[in-house]
């Protein structure tokens, strides 16, 4: 305030809304007589009568509310990183402060950091923030960016975690304290009665089983898995609300480079606020982002990585991993474009300080997985990366032919592929356990002094139910008398194959128009992918069941089921449980459904007849009253029996309340290719298949191998998704040189370098038809399978990597005659899981008035729905042959008249002569 009084500054010109007021206050101050020296009271009294208006100024209890206010470390803590980021947010107002009131030199503060240890506020502190607070007007673009990852940090598990237990130990702080209130002497407490952990126990359970954080782990694949435990996102406790969060918040960031993926998020209301975390980053000390960067030095690219976070990037100049250097690294261009200060600028090559690891430093490891990334959209990139982490494990795995070399790293760290601990000789493979003598250095077989082999044993996991009911089975990949170094993969897991992951299969695809076949994304495939399997996937469903207390005694499991037959009872043992290996659920006729586990529960008493009497008095029991209440198949299910576990209450303790008995059925399931399910490549060209044709029909090529999959050209234009055909092509290459090809994200083979490549390969095997050796362009004559007549124009053939996604058809099929019914409005329920109807709604009401249905209309509004007497008489008379009674009054007329009823209006029904109903009645 004196500064500006000398300079005559009367007026402040404000450069943020937010602190406006501030401004507002100190315009205020300006306009006050000046005072020379105000004491210690007079300060306190200001303060307090800005902080705590309307309240009678106290000395001692200002100065005590103002040190409790930032300086009491048990009221006030900024933590560490608080302090980190006060700190480096006040350095070079600091240095300004050095020169200006103590009078230092410039140059001998350039080099000073503000270094305060404190957690709490210094008075240095609040000093340092005034002035910054002043020097806003000249320098607004000191202002920080909300957005900025230098303002944001990763709240990690342990934190989470932390903040459960010091809520739940301050909770036990003020219990002991008010026990010990109660105490009049010291020698009667013992620490037991006095510490009670329920509060940290309680508190704990509440984080892992309703915390939003803590999530049922997504385990459909090996991906899958990994993508969900590097996942970051905004919302949560503590976080956004979903319908809250602005543009600027979802929207990618420039400090995202190399830190959060920028295409890899979910489509819905989620979008940008859930990411993933980018392949090199990683988490520092303070909970900031770091990423990377190879060290430069006088235009020399060295081997020294440097990890840097978002605000401290951005004083130096970094140029991308692709720029041309000799094998010494030295840059051979002499201007270098640069990102520096947010922009991208040429600079001279001695004067860049850093490069970039890689060129997929700144995706995830899903999107890196994506050959030819940088030919597809950003939104179709978005719907392949996603769609990967839907891909169902197949019976037999099969690495891309093109792949990117992130696919094995991918499996690796993923957990699912076994590898050695340490160097050994493989002594014993079989599909559970592999047993491998350790060796030296050398290869010389280790012995401990006993003069045994030192052995190494690896248990493999055979069939287990991940939690979305895909298969996990381990497959040995080693052979007796392997040698294998440590850390290479020694058995495959689930989507793997020999240690790359392998989501999908390489199949031979064509981009041609069939018939409407593959109209609207739809997919036509051949029948020779049904034979071979190649689409076939295991499942394993669990199926459960319990014998409980009941009013009328407890329910029993057992094999004694009244009125059912020997053969419906073949599998089960003497304790009425399946055994395992049976193969249930496969009904030649409408017969009920195979038992998996017996039970009977007890019927309710009632008058015993004379028959029962003579039973009871005969075989001193009680004759059949007990009722079937078996866990069995449910419809459209079928499979084998992998494995039982029973839970007694003796046993386990605590099953729930009123069970007695809780068993565990699980059924192994192989779902092949069918109509309706849906597939997708990397690119998120994603369809369904419309139809599963004869392979004599498909579309053949000059050689007469038949295609086995006919895509829609049109899916390619429109998406922008040109990766999908670069990657047809190139698989076809690697297919016909039985070879592989890794073509990385951002750096990958070029157009130029792949079709005169292949043509040269097509032409050997004469499969060059229709194709310009001076302009190649990938395609081929195929003719019709059926007419063997050729196509009008060359079509585009190779091989695709494609998954089979989890959404598959025949667990999404469902039928309902009657079943459960809402019990307000009295309409059946919707969904599969409630075995609900159909929804009719209001735009199917106008399509049947369109065409004057009005009997169709009646049903669905009536007997099909909330007629309740109606219903039961169709039923009745479906079933016994009858003519179909008239429709009744649906129960939502009813509840209509309630709720106007509700409203204080006098509602009545009158019948067409005019005499009132009593709709109650009806």
Sequence with gaps: VEIFREHGIDKIKVANKYIYKTYLKLKERLKMPLEENISELRAYMEIYKELRPGEVFRYNAAKSFWNNLYFNPERFELTEVGRYKMNKKLTNTYRKYLVEIEGRNP???????????SNALTPMDIILVVRMLLEVEKHPETLDTKDHLSNKRVKTVGELIGSEFERAFSKSVHQIQEKLATYTS??????????????????LNSFFATNPLSQFMDQVNPIAELTHKRRLTAVGPGGLKRERARFEVRDVHHSHYGRMCPIETPEGGNIGLITSLAVYATIDKFGFLVTPYRKVVNGRITDEIVYLAADEEENYRIASSTIPRDENGNILQEKVPVRYLEKVVYVHKNEVDFVDISPKQIVSVTTSLIPFLEHDDANRALMG??????????IKSEAPLVGTGMEYPAAIYSGHVVLAKHDGIVKKVDARKIVIHRTDENGNPLHDKKGNPILDEYTLLKYVRSNQDTCINQKPIVNVGDFVKKGTPIADGPATDNGELALGKNVLVAFLPWEGYNFEDAILVSEELLEEETFTSVHIEVYETTARETRVGPEEITAEIPNVSKENLRNLDENGIIRIGAYVGKQKYFTSQDILVGKVTPKGESDATPEEKIMRSVFGEKGKDVKDSSLRVPHGVEGRVIGVHVFHKEEVGDLGPGVNTLVRVYLATRKPLEVGDKLAGRHGNKGVVSMILPKEDMPFLPDGTPVQVVLSPLGVPSRMNIGQVLETSLGWLAKLTNRHFATPVFDGAKEDEILPELYKVREKLNLHHGDDPENPSGKVILRDGRTGKEFDSPVLVGYMYIMKLIHIARDKIH??????YSLIHQQPLGGKAQFGGQRFGEMEVWALEAYGASYTLNEMLTVKSDDIKGRTEVYKAIMKGKNLPEPGLPESFKVLVRELKGLALDVRVYDEHGNEIDIEKL
């Excluded at 407490?189 to 510490?195: A, D, F, G, K």
């Design 107 to 117: 140059k001998s503060v350039e080099n000073v950091e503000y270094t305060e240890t």
């Design 186 to 203: 010291l020698d009667k407490i013992s620490i037991p009665s006095l510490i009670n952990l329920r509060n940290v126990v309680a508190s």
């Design 385 to 394: 990366s996603n769609m990967q982490r839907q891909a169902v494990p197949l």
């Design 815 to 820: 039928a309902r005659a009657t079943g459960p």
